[in-house]
């Protein structure tokens, strides 16, 4: 078992892709055409790689995503986002409890391993 | 979707691998217990010494399969496999290569695939504020992925830094795959131990 950030998304992929090409060589199947692994760079953020690459190399006649949960990536079950605006301090709940903290990790796409909310009461300060 | 290259076989490949499964009756039954994991490494620590990989051994493993088919009373698979093996395939013998494929890149390249992903994670290829393609983790990634690459004989090409493509074939038409090598940042306070 290998734990690590890439573990399953997505680099475990990459290797077994590379290992399973090698794979192929070692066959002495003959080889009519190209099979192609494209690595991207920056599918979490911007993706700014793929698109790069596209606008000077031909894609692939198919091509299948390999991303999360290998090996063949069908598709995300889809997540839904809350987000709840409130200026600090305020008691809209009329819960007599007034937010003043709130740790929660880093993103909406990363689930945190922990979450923190810090209120006040009364001029009680608990968490 | 029509594929009529040999792609097909790694892509098959690829959806077997860590399913630990295989479908079909009768002789895929038998193909399936002999390429499961155990009598796998039976197979290779009995016949092919530890470490050792490429072209002959591979013939080797093969042959082996289809002597324990023949031996099981399933001539008709291993006669498939032979003549798919020979270049000759039809639908019935891809699945089958397909999965010797993958039996033999999992015996055979387990230890090599396990330190392989575990030196790709001690790369720590989230955003910052350097763009990624920049970013010294991920060009150190890159470098050691082309000399993976080069080392399994496979091709690789380094556009900026955007995009790697790796591959094997030189034919005309490209069935591709994409991964990525980013990952999410951590708050590394909640980890115990760095990659």
């Not at chain 2, 891809?94 to 790369?123: C, E, G, K, P």
């Amino acid at each position: 078992m290998i734990w690590g950030r890439g573990a399953i998304d997505d680099k475990s992929a990459l290797v077994a892709i590379m290992y399973g090409m090698r794979a192929l060589l070692d066959s002495g199947l003959p080889l009519r055409n190209r099979l192609i692994l494209l690595v991207g760079s920056d599918e979490e953020s911007a993706n700014e790689d793929i698109t790069t690459y596209l606008k000077s190399n031909a894609p692939p006649a198919k091509t299948v995503v390999v991303d999360f949960a290998y090996p063949v990536f069908c598709a995300e079950k889809g997540w839904c986002g809350l987000w709840l605006k409130t200026s600090r301090g305020a008691d809209a709940l009329q819960t007599g409890l007034n937010l003043v903290d709130l740790q929660s990790g880093l993103s909406p796409s990363i689930v945190p391993g922990s979450a923190t909310a810090t209120f006040t009461r009364r001029g009680i300060r608990s968490a | 979707m029509k594929i009529k290259f040999t792609a097909l076989p790694l892509l098959l490949l690829l959806t077997c691998i860590q399913s630990g499964r295989a479908g079909g009756a009768g002789g895929d039954t038998t193909l399936t217990r002999i390429l499961e994991d155990k009598s796998s490494e039976f197979i290779s620590t009995a016949v092919v010494p530890a470490g050792r990989t490429g072209p002959l051994v591979f013939k080797q493993y093969a042959e082996l399969v289809m002597m324990e088919l023949r031996r099981s009373g399933e001539k008709r698979v291993a006669d498939q496999l032979e003549r798919c093996l020979n270049g000759q395939y039809d639908v019935a013998c891809r699945n089958r290569l397909a999965w010797m494929l993958h039996a033999y890149a999992r015996v055979f390249y387990r230890d090599d695939i396990i330190s392989a992903t575990s030196r790709l994670i001690q790369f720590r290829t989230f955003a910052t504020d350097v763009r990624n393609r920049l970013n010294p983790e991920f060009v150190r990634q890159k470098t050691y992925l082309q000399g993976l690459a080069e080392k399994l004989g496979l091709g690789f090409r380094d556009i900026d830094g955007f995009v790697q493509e790796i591959w094997v074939g030189d034919g005309g038409e490209s069935f591709g795959l994409m991964v990525h090598t980013d990952v999410r940042p951590v708050e590394e306070k909640s980890w115990t131990s760095g990659p």
